[in-house]
T-cell receptor
Framework: EAGVTQSPTHLIKTRGQQATLRCSPI?????VYWYQQALGLGLQFLLW???????NRGNFPPRFSGRQFPNYSSELNVNALELEDSALYLC????????????FGPGTRLLVL | AQSVAQPEDQVNVAEGNPLTVKCTYS??????LFWYVQYPNRGLQFLLK??????LVKGSYGFEAEFNKSQTSFHLKKPSALVSDSALYFC??????????????FGAGTTVTVRA
């Protein structure tokens, strides 16, 4: 069974540009979560999507947004990039059950110059 | 609010010796607790979780963790460490009662180095 996949693996942008990161969940999983792993800040929750709806978001500005498609894949968009947005962005998926484990993809490393 | 503390930034052990990575948590009500491992330039791999029941949870690669409600701890253990266990370990928590909030709160991570 294929795991969570993310693309691209690396992304280099300049300040002010927009970045789009993509995630495909494990087959059958309906929930997708996005986390940011920035140096010195640890893993921070960004967004949670389920059944195409945004269910929760972390303490990030509105320029971080996303969506979930009918096939449950997801996009994370970061507008007006800032230097501090440089981080590893991790996507996870799970079934929407209370006890369900989140399984993580390999991440997209975003570098903002 | 929910949070996790991993009091040790680094743990160093010799191969073959027991390995312990400490984790304490804070959550309203009962917790779901998880351990993940991250190898360099990789995503997080799930090791084990505590939901309910037996306080000793067994997971992948010979790891186990003990849930202690009175001490609000969930320490990760391995009886005999391998060099290949060298990685970054994360403890995570979410509250059971908040069934509409599935986000995980992670600790800062503990770097484990196992020397040959």
């Amino acid at each position: 069974e294929a795991g969570v996949t993310q693309s691209p693996t690396h992304l280099i942008k300049t300040r002010g540009q927009q970045a789009t990161l993509r995630c495909s969940p494990i087959s059958g999983h309906t929930s997708v979560y996005w986390y940011q792993q920035a140096l010195g800040l640890g893993l921070q929750f960004l967004l949670w999507y389920d059944e195409g709806e945004e269910r929760n978001r972390g303490n990030f500005p509105p320029r971080f947004s996303g969506r979930q498609f009918p096939n449950y894949s997801s996009e994370l968009n970061v507008n007006a990039l800032e230097l501090e947005d440089s981080a590893l962005y991790l996507c996870a998926s799970s079934l929407l059950r209370v006890t369900e484990t989140q399984y993580f993809g390999p991440g997209t490393r975003l570098l903002v110059l | 609010a929910q949070s996790v503390a991993q009091p040790e930034d680094q743990v160093n052990v010799a191969e073959g010796n027991p390995l312990t990575v400490k984790c304490t948590y804070s959550v309203s009500g009962n917790p779901y607790l998880f351990w993940y491992v991250q190898y360099p330039n990789r995503g997080l791999q799930f090791l084990l979780k505590y939901i309910t029941g037996d306080n000793l949870v067994k997971g992948s690669y010979g790891f186990e963790a003990e849930f202690n409600k009175s001490q609000t701890s969930f320490h990760l253990k391995k009886p005999s460490a391998l060099v290949s266990d060298s990685a970054l370990y994360f403890c995570a928590v979410r509250a059971q009662e908040r069934s509409n909030d599935y986000k995980l709160s992670f600790g800062a991570g503990t770097t484990v180095t196992v020397r040959a």
